[in-house]
């Protein structure tokens, strides 16, 4: 297990970078602490996998260092670091046994019979598939394949992190739940450092203990599933994250009132930056909808999740998205939003530019 800091990183495929825009990583410094679980969360060409492949060795960076445990190993090849990754498409050898399979990386350092026996029954009971030892792996549907790719990454003791980069994209959705929620078991029953990297939000949610939010090759925000749903720090956070995203109103602001379509909002503090484009962020969760109170609006469409009413309105010419678990009336009827005061913040470039009052 390790300590991971990446410090002043950056990183270009070209020869000689010189705009922002030949960057695929622009500056990065943070640090994952020994035993931790971690995603890195973003779209797809955001840098997440170019990150992960600086910290398993399979690329030097253009700028910066990586160290593990204090340790410089920014130069230091794959088999340097004791890392073992876990890829979108499981890494298997279909001619062996599942047996065989968990017991090679052990065997190819030298581990003696006795050790690789614990080891690989030790991980096969973890990851619930003892009875399909003495199965060849061809024969192992697509779930099992990558708990056995799994299990070759685990069976190392001296392992410092493992990574996963998409690990559940080949599962099938009903399954994709028991393995996100298997990994989060062995991670708490091994307590080594894992690092999962995915563009799907309830796949980092649901396994990280903190998420790094990645956007175009920065670090937009670090933070703990619930940090990252109730007060995102950037208005990517907030509509990248949630179903259905944050909403993101054009407005003018001052003190602790912001005003769109000529209605005036409470916010949840005073504006720290005003030089700027200005917009109010709040969740569709926090906005209220009722028959006879708040901002008129049009309603424009109604989603039934099940659980709930997603109300898609407008407001003027601004359209804003709510919550609602109560029945509405046809569409383009007159209905009444309310903002929840301490969930309205105004963004300043994108940038969270309102303090939380006391």
């Not at 995102?232 to 956070?237: A, D, G, L, R, S």
């Not at 995203?245 to 003018?252: K, P, S, V």
Request: charged letters at 25%; glycine letters at 8%.
């Amino acid at each position: 297990m390790a300590q991971i800091r990446l410090s002043d990183l950056k990183h270009s495929y070209y020869p000689d970078p010189n705009a922002a825009e030949d960057y695929a990583l622009k500056e990065i410094n943070l640090t994952w602490k020994d035993g931790g679980a971690y995603a890195l969360l973003g779209p797809s060409g955001c840098g997440k996998t170019t990150l992960l492949n600086i910290i398993s060795g399979l690329l030097t960076p253009y700028q910066g260092e990586v160290f593990f445990d204090g340790v410089n190993v920014t130069r230091e090849p794959p088999d340097r670091r004791n890392i073992a990754q876990v890829f979108q498409f499981p890494v298997i050898y279909d001619t062996m046994s599942v047996w065989d399979n968990l017991a090679f990386p052990l065997k190819n350092r030298g581990a003696d019979n006795n050790e690789v026996a614990r080891r690989v029954n030790e991980i096969a009971e973890m990851l619930e598939v003892t009875p399909l030892l003495k199965v060849q792996a061809a024969g192992l549907s697509p779930d099992n394949k990558q708990k056995i790719s799994l299990g070759r990454g685990l069976v190392r003791e001296d392992v410092n992190v493992v990574m996963f980069d998409e690990p559940l994209t080949v599962i099938d959705p009903h399954l994709k739940w028991q393995l996100r929620s298997k990994l989060k078991e062995l991670h708490q029953k091994v307590g080594i450092t894992m690092i999962y990297v995915t563009h799907d939000q309830t796949e980092a949610l649901t396994f990280a203990d903190e998420v790094v939010v990645m956007n175009d090759g920065e670090v937009v925000q670090i933070g703990t599933p619930v940090e990252l749903f109730e007060r995102p720090e950037h208005t990517f956070v907030g509509h990248f994250i949630g179903s259905p995203g944050m909403n993101i109103i054009a407005c003018e602001a001052e003190g602790k009132k912001a005003r769109f379509e000529g209605f005036e909002v409470e916010l949840e503090g005073p504006i720290t930056d005003s030089k700027g484009f200005l917009a109010i962020g709040i969740r569709p969760e926090h906005v209220s909808v009722s028959h006879h109170k708040g901002i008129p609006a049009r309603l424009a469409k109604v989603v039934d999740s099940g659980r709930h009413y997603i109300v898609n309105a407008w407001v003027g010419k601004t359209e804003i998205k709510a919550i609602t678990y109560e029945p509405l009336p046809g569409l383009n009827s007159e209905i009444y939003l309310t903002f929840q005061p301490e969930k309205t913040r105004v963004y300043c470039d994108g940038r969270l530019a309102t303090e939380v009052t006391p």
